[in-house]
């Protein structure tokens, strides 16, 4: 299974070699991760260049995530899918957090490309309030690293930097 927003298109075969790769991997990854474009060199964990552009994965503070994740249906059904408490800024790390809680793996689908532009538009930007709100209730919800201003924190020999499940504040009584 996986998902795609209405303005990425997967470059021909990208999809059935993703679904050869996530058939062939242990029981212990999740998801394989798409490749995509990318525009911005923040938050940036692998890449790779096909016919002179670039195409790139990305992390959430250190951790490894898929976005446009491609899974086994079980996969998908034991996370609980999407959280749809998130428009949708957030809903593929979200995802991707709760595989690596669960003791999953995401990896690379190397040849497994999307062209999805960021472009600036209208709908993006009406959109942006809804993405802080987002980001917002991601790091609400989950353990992860304080943001790192100096440098890209993302080690291919550690894709994890996850501590788990936030613990709720307690309230004053």
């Known amino acids: 299974m996986t998902w795609l927003n209405d303005d990425a298109r997967p470059l021909p075969e990208s999809l059935d070699r993703a679904v050869h790769q996530i058939d062939h991997e242990d029981a212990s990854v999740a998801f394989v991760a798409l490749f995509h474009r990318w525009n911005s060199t923040r938050n940036v964990a692998y890449e790779t260049l096909h016919h002179g552009n670039l195409y790139r994965l990305c992390h959430v503070r250190g951790t490894l995530y898929a976005n446009f994740p491609v899974g086994r249906r079980e996969t998908f059904e034991k996370l609980g899918y999407l959280d749809e408490r998130f428009y949708f800024f957030a809903a593929d790390p979200d995802?991707?957090?709760?595989?690596?809680?669960?003791?999953?793996?995401?990896?690379?689908?190397?040849?497994?490309?999307?062209?999805?532009?960021?472009?600036?538009?209208?709908?993006?930007?009406?959109?942006?309030?809804?993405?802080?709100?987002?980001?917002?209730?991601?790091?609400?919800?989950?353990?992860?690293?304080?943001?790192?201003?100096?440098?890209?924190?993302?080690?291919?020999?550690?894709?994890?930097?996850?501590?788990?499940?936030?613990q709720p504040v307690p309230s004053a009584a």
């Open 95 to 166: 995802l991707s957090l709760k595989a690596w809680h669960a003791g999953l793996k995401i990896v690379p689908a190397y040849g497994a490309l999307l062209d999805h532009e960021q472009v600036e538009d209208h709908r993006r930007a009406a959109d942006d309030p809804y993405g802080e709100t987002d980001n917002a209730r991601l790091f609400e919800k989950w353990d992860l690293p304080e943001k790192n201003l100096r440098f890209n924190d993302f080690h291919p020999d550690r894709p994890c930097t996850l501590k788990g499940l936030r």
